[in-house]
């Protein structure tokens, strides 16, 4: 396998986003991570998703901090200050699920997990959840899904899939602020290309959504039913808090508050004006309640 680094100066300049990167090894990759809070407070899992890095949590990070909570946000194995494999076959959903599990559980040993994920970090993270239930204590799931392909993907979805795979000049930041319904500033723009010096360093994006399950025999299909399976039974706190404008995962979120029991009797907000990036166009409001959901739920 290929890997490509990713030089440090491309991340010289982030704004609001100076939290020291910290690196583990997975399988042999570099998998970088950045934390704030105290050490023993409960861990909170912030995983991003499909074109984005840790960086898309950067004003969520310091309001769990503040709460005297553990905030953990890694960089995907492709994607931020993470090696990033060469070659779009390097990729695959079972590759993501274990080099999360590893640097989650062999590495950093979190138990009373709350899993924060949103895009490809619910897809991942729920995986997780539902593989590794006792390491978990509640799940946040914000704009995503646990797809089997057993029913169809939105249009949005697809016509999204098609320009990533076909596009020569691949822009992720463009990518980026289309899910946004708040114009980003240039230098979040910037932040958001920084990962990615030249074309031969976007095979994760490139790859990832050719990942996702569309077709019932899908390499992922079954471990995914056996994690829907699993999460029917999972009665800890499972808080849905999705956007109002998301077009690819919206019609998730009464699925996940219908099937999962911890959904039950919870008041799921949804986050107005934002759209599938709701962390850019909604972090204050998110970052408030996970902080609320994680006090009205002490761990068992």
Not at 89 to 111: C, I, K, P
Not at 229 to 256: C, H, N, Q, Y
Request: aromatic share 8%.
């Amino acid at each position: 396998m290929r890997v490509l680094r990713t030089p440090d100066d491309r991340f010289s300049s982030l704004p609001d986003f100076d939290l020291p990167p910290r690196y583990a090894d997975v399988g042999g990759l570099r998998m970088a991570y950045v934390e704030a809070g105290p050490g023993d407070g409960e861990p909170v899992l912030l995983l991003h998703g499909e074109p984005s890095w840790s960086f898309l949590y950067r004003t969520i990070i310091p309001v769990l901090a503040d709460a005297g909570l553990r905030a953990i946000a890694p960089d995907l194995i492709g994607f931020g200050r993470s090696d990033k494999p060469a070659e779009i076959g390097d990729h695959s959903y079972a590759r993501q699920v274990e080099w999360t599990r590893a640097l989650a559980f062999d590495v950093l040993d979190l138990t009373g997990v709350t899993l924060v994920g949103q895009d490809w970090g619910g897809l991942i993270g729920l995986r997780l959840v539902a593989e590794h239930a006792e390491r978990f204590a509640r799940v946040v799931a914000a704009n995503t899904g646990l797809p089997t392909g057993d029913l169809p993907m939105p249009e949005v979805w697809l016509r999204f899939r098609e320009v990533v795979r076909n596009s020569p000049d691949l822009s992720i930041s463009r990518l980026v602020a289309s899910g946004c319904r708040t114009r980003l500033p240039a230098e979040v723009i910037a932040a958001y290309d920084a990962p990615f010096p030249e074309p031969e360093f976007t095979a994760g994006p490139r790859a990832m959504p050719g990942l996702v399950p569309t077709t019932p025999d899908d390499p992922a299909s079954a471990a995914n039913r056996a994690a829907w399976e699993r999460l029917a039974e999972w009665d800890k706190p499972f808080l849905v808090a999705f956007s109002d404008s998301d077009p690819i995962t919206g019609g998730m979120a009464p699925i996940f508050e219908r099937l999962i029991p911890g959904a039950a009797g919870l008041d799921h907000p949804v986050l107005t004006g934002a759209g599938h990036f709701l962390q850019e166009d909604a972090g204050d409001r998110l970052a408030a309640e996970i902080v609320a959901f994680i006090a009205a739920h002490p761990a068992q």
